[in-house]
């Protein structure tokens, strides 16, 4: 009798819960599509770049100088690039004017992709790179100059001199730590860079770029971005989690700031961060999740989790993402891009009224009312010896006496029959 009740409460909360879980939503920012396979082997991407002078384009690249045009709105539409190289491209910047972009990797690899042609060609004067792993690389808003960052802690300026010539000034000539991002701001002449162990340093390129370093010594920080156009704002993300939001004095860069915070509630490391919108960027992690970082309010939240994916394909949920961008007609639908070669559009759920939302939840909490309690009393009910006999003596005699009605009464009708029939 004891286990039929627990078995009874366990079935009425097995139920309770099921009701619940209906009305539980997703708890990402957005939804996911199908994956787009570019190939059906894995290409070892490591780079995602968006740009472009008319329509947004991206450009992705990575191991044996792979590299590919896909349509910023359409990734279903692709252009394969011809590169001179077959070391790993680790890093892509679109020049402001959209009209080229630089391509930098392994062994001192630098290349120059043209939108008129589409042809990716080395560019002159990069053996003055002297082999070094090239890691990071951004143009300066004017694009005057770009910042090429790699192993040991080696940085260039670079620009393009007559006849085509590329000039390149060595800013950091000594071995140091690893230059792990560049990240300069879409309007005023500074960049930001990010190293392993020697912490952030801002590049004024109004004094012939100048290095400031203003900290974060204590971490190994990954990447940096600086999409935020009215404060003077980048962010930088580092292991364990770390958000380091840089203040950046424009007038004496050598006093910008570094303040940095973990961030909670999410686990997994991050790994890149990519603009999404004006003030908005994208940070991605591993495992495959997403978070969303306004530069503007210092707050985080999630984009994609990580339980999501999971649960739509655990063999996409293992991928390691490299990369992410938002449309431009709208942040809020984009893609993701992982090592292997799967692009995965992202859209916001669908918008429902208000109204339907309230007129569900009520109607939804009146059938709870009224087949929870129906739903208990059955189970205590089978699960209950003394009930289950009450009832069948309670069944029992109205059936007798319905019964003996119906016999007394057929017994009336016969007697006045037989009085008709004799009279």
Not at 254 to 271: A, D, L
Request: glycine residues 10%; charged residues 20%; negative net charge.
């Amino acid at each position: 009798m004891a286990n039929g009740a627990r078995t009874a409460w366990g079935l009425v909360a097995l139920i309770l819960t099921s009701c619940l879980a209906s009305v539980v939503s997703a708890e990402g920012a957005v939804e996911m599509d199908n994956a787009i396979w570019l190939a059906e082997y894995d290409l070892g991407l490591e780079v995602v770049a968006a740009g472009g002078e008319t329509a947004q384009k991206v450009l992705i690249a990575g191991a044996d100088g792979y590299a590919r045009l896909l349509d910023g709105t359409n990734p279903n539409v692709q252009i394969e690039l011809a590169t001179p190289t077959e070391d790993t491209l680790r890093a892509i910047d679109w020049h402001p004017r959209g009209k080229t972009a630089l391509l930098v990797g392994d062994n001192g690899v630098m290349l120059r992709y043209v939108a008129e042609d589409h042809s990716v060609t080395t560019v002159s004067g990069s053996a003055q790179l002297n082999g070094v792993d090239v890691g990071a690389v951004a143009w300066n808003a004017a694009g005057s100059d770009a910042y090429v960052g790699g192993a040991d802690g080696w940085l260039w300026a670079y620009h393009e001199g007559e006849g085509g010539q590329g000039v390149f000034q060595l800013l950091v000539d000594e071995e140091s730590s690893r230059i792990t991002g560049i990240s300069c701001h879409e309007e005023e002449q500074f960049c930001a860079m990010t190293t392993e162990s020697n912490g952030v340093a801002i590049i004024d390129s109004n004094a012939n770029h100048s290095l400031h370093w203003v900290g974060g010594t204590d971490r190994v920080w990954r990447g940096i971005n600086c999409a935020e156009p009215v404060f003077n704002r980048c962010v930088a993300i580092g292991e364990d989690r770390a958000i380091g939001i840089i203040g950046v004095d424009i007038h004496t860069p050598e006093q910008s700031t570094i303040f940095t915070k973990i961030i909670p509630g999410i686990s997994g490391e991050f790994t890149r961060i990519h603009t999404r919108g004006a003030s908005e960027a994208l940070v991605t992690m591993a495992p495959f999740q997403v978070m969303a970082w306004d530069l503007s309010a210092g707050e985080a939240y999630e984009w994609i989790e990580n339980s999501e994916v999971l649960a739509s394909s655990s063999a996409l949920a293992g991928e390691r993402l490299v990369g992410s961008w938002g449309t431009t007609d709208d942040a809020n639908i984009g893609f993701v891009v992982t090592s292997y070669g799967a692009v995965i559009g992202f859209h916001p759920p669908p918008e429902t009224s208000v109204w339907t939302d309230t007129l569900v939840s009520y109607l939804l909490g009146i059938v709870i009312m009224i087949v929870v309690p129906g739903s208990i009393m059955g189970l205590i009910f089978m699960n209950s010896e003394t009930l289950q006999r009450i009832y069948f003596n309670r069944r029992n005699t109205k059936r007798e006496a319905a019964e003996t009605e119906r016999i007394e009464k057929e017994k009336a009708e016969k007697r006045a029959a037989r009085k008709t029939k004799n009279s």
